[in-house]
């Protein structure tokens, strides 16, 4: 499985900002895709994630109802549409794969894009 992230920036507090992660390599059908990010000398965290089947989203406290996680199938691009963006926003955004159900932690997920830089401004 092969990922690439592309749409970070510099935004302006309360602005907005849409990622996209596109895959290819596999069928994805039994997959869920994930956003993280990860903030300088941060560990990396967990933003978002959804079913390629179903579309089941499920998403950090930090970013529910201000982030919408969605995925184009016949695109194979998964999306993380950003609302109302904060300076701790501020992090490499990556997008990830795996095979199986639901999961939030970094380890459990198999295949990584190179991450995009989002930068925040207060």
């Known amino acids: 499985v092969q990922l690439q992230a592309s749409g970070g920036g510099l935004v302006q507090a309360g602005g907005s900002l849409r990622l996209s992660c596109a895959a290819s390599?596999?069928?994805?059908?039994?997959?869920?895709m994930g956003w993280f990010r990860q903030a300088p000398g941060k560990e990396r965290e967990f933003v978002s994630t959804?079913?390629?089947?179903?579309?089941?989203?499920y998403y950090a406290d930090s970013v529910k109802g201000r982030f919408t996680i969605s995925r184009d199938n016949a695109k194979n691009t998964v999306y993380l549409q950003m609302n109302s963006l904060k300076s701790e926003d501020t992090a490499v955004y990556y997008c990830?794969?795996?095979?199986?159900?639901?999961?939030?932690?970094?380890?459990?997920?198999?295949?990584w894009g190179q991450g995009t830089l989002v930068t925040v401004s207060s």
């Open positions: 390599g596999r069928p994805f059908d039994n997959y869920y």
């Open positions: 990830a794969a795996r095979r199986g159900g639901l999961r939030i932690h970094p380890p459990e997920y198999d295949s």
């Open positions: 959804i079913s390629w089947i179903g579309g089941t989203t």
